[in-house]
């Protein structure tokens, strides 16, 4: 077999057993999504992690008005013109200005104003020198050492030893951000500084897409709640705890249908139950393989239509996804079925269910999947034939905790453990997931 040729071998292979590529299976995913899900309008300090639907228009311009950038004392320049150390002026000290106060008076010729960072710059002054860079000075007396603080009483003067220019330690009004200025743009994900930014412009509220609303049901006659009495043959339910949390950390709201058995019946009921409630997805895990109490792909047709089964992947071959019976009008909510083995189960969400929930909140298309890198394994493994593969790796890391590279600038990574389906202990401290193309 040539290089040359196998792709087309590969490609070969998967259309003889039926199997869908990944790229075609994400894809077709995507498809099914014509828009996001509706907005609504929430205090932004609520906004976190969130998708803006509009921009924030800054109701005010950041600063508000001219501002001390330091504490020290307010002034005009044209009172340190020609000062030096050989030449020291000395400026009355009349008042002072707090943050979140007006001046109760204005800078005239030779005085000053002690300021502190962040107080309006009072009426009469262009500049403020900082606290350090003044001697304080009882007027007609020698100065004392420079100030290290503007603590204490007022000085009754100030000595300064420099120049200083027009403008100096002043924030200007709207140097920050203008007024009626779009601050941030629709499609933005609210992170903490954005959060901060826009509650710094006044902005109180925001419109943003609601939380994709996802139902996940785990199946199984033999899958037991964590915890409880496993009996002569159950197991805890790793599934569905972990694709809550999946859910929740793709942005979308996630609705536990809890677990279901290997019955027909039960699972549309659990799903007509979700559909009712008006979700946008719906995760059912197990039961979507070829086994005599595998009804889940049944369980779809009954509620809506499938879309495809099985992809060419490893772990997760048997994927289904399909979508609901629209109610009213809406969209059908999308169905996956997922692989009941627990690796599979969350490597599928990772590979398709979570691009779905991040383009149902609203994200752009270049967001939806996580960041790629080239890496070498410092170990061998394998695969199976015609099947993209995603080994669970940790990252070779310095004394700092910062990935190592080789000489091409591939980072280096081993495998985080075994590498069968069922082995949740490798996953649960992998760094990344190792893309193994098909050929």
Do not use: C
């Amino acid at each position: 077999m040539t290089a040359t040729k196998a792709p087309h071998l590969e490609h070969d292979e998967r259309a003889r057993v039926g199997l869908m590529s990944v790229d075609e299976a994400l894809a077709s995913v995507l498809r099914s999504i014509d828009a996001p899900v509706g907005t609504e309008e929430v205090p932004v300090a609520e906004a976190l992690g969130r998708v803006l639907a509009e921009p924030v228009i800054a109701p005010i311009s950041l600063p508000p008005w001219d501002n001390s950038a330091m504490d020290g004392y307010a002034i005009r320049a044209a009172d340190t013109e020609g000062v030096g150390p050989e030449r020291p002026v000395v400026l009355q000290v009349i008042g002072e200005v707090r943050a979140g106060s007006r001046a109760a008076s204005s800078v005239r010729e030779g005085t000053a104003l002690r300021i502190a960072t962040g107080a309006r710059i009072p009426p009469g002054a262009d500049a403020v020198v900082p606290v350090e860079n003044t001697y304080p000075s009882e007027l007609g007396t020698l100065a004392g050492p420079a100030s290290r603080d503007a603590a204490g009483p007022l000085p009754t003067g100030i000595e300064l030893r420099a120049a200083v220019p027009v403008g100096g330690s002043i924030r200007s009004s709207g140097s920050d951000v203008q007024g009626g200025a779009a601050v941030l743009e629709a499609g933005v994900v609210l992170t903490p500084p954005a959060v901060a930014l826009a509650s710094g412009v006044g902005a109180a509220r925001v419109t943003v897409y609601r939380r994709p609303l996802v139902a996940v049901l785990a199946t199984g006659d033999e899958v037991r709640e964590p915890g409880s009495d496993l009996g002569p043959a159950g197991i805890p339910d790793a599934n569905r705890p972990g694709l809550v949390a999946a859910v929740r950390a793709a942005g979308g709201e996630a609705v536990d249908l809890g677990i279901a058995a290997d019955d027909l019946e039960e699972v549309v009921s659990r799903l007509r139950q979700a559909i009712d409630q008006g979700v946008d997805v719906v995760i059912v895990s197990g039961g979507v393989s070829v086994g005599p109490y595998d009804v889940v792909k049944a369980a779809f047709d009954d509620v809506g239509h499938i879309e495809m089964w099985r992809v060419a992947v490893q772990p997760g071959k048997p994927f289904a996804f399909g979508v609901a019976n629209s109610v009213e009008g809406a969209r059908g909510a999308l169905l996956f079925g997922l692989p009941g083995n627990p690796v599979s189960s969350l490597v599928t969400f990772e590979l398709f269910v979570r691009p779905a929930i991040r383009r149902l909140a609203g994200l752009a298309r270049d967001h939806l999947l996580r960041p790629t890198d080239r890496a070498v394994l410092s170990e061998p493994a394998s695969k199976s034939h015609g099947r993209r593969t995603f080994l669970r790796v940790r990252a070779v890391r310095d004394e700092k905790g910062t990935p190592a590279r080789d000489a091409a600038g591939r980072v280096r990574v081993r495998l985080a453990g075994g590498q069968g389906s069922h082995v949740l202990s490798a996953i649960a401290i992998a760094d990344a997931l190792a893309v193994v193309p098909e050929e």
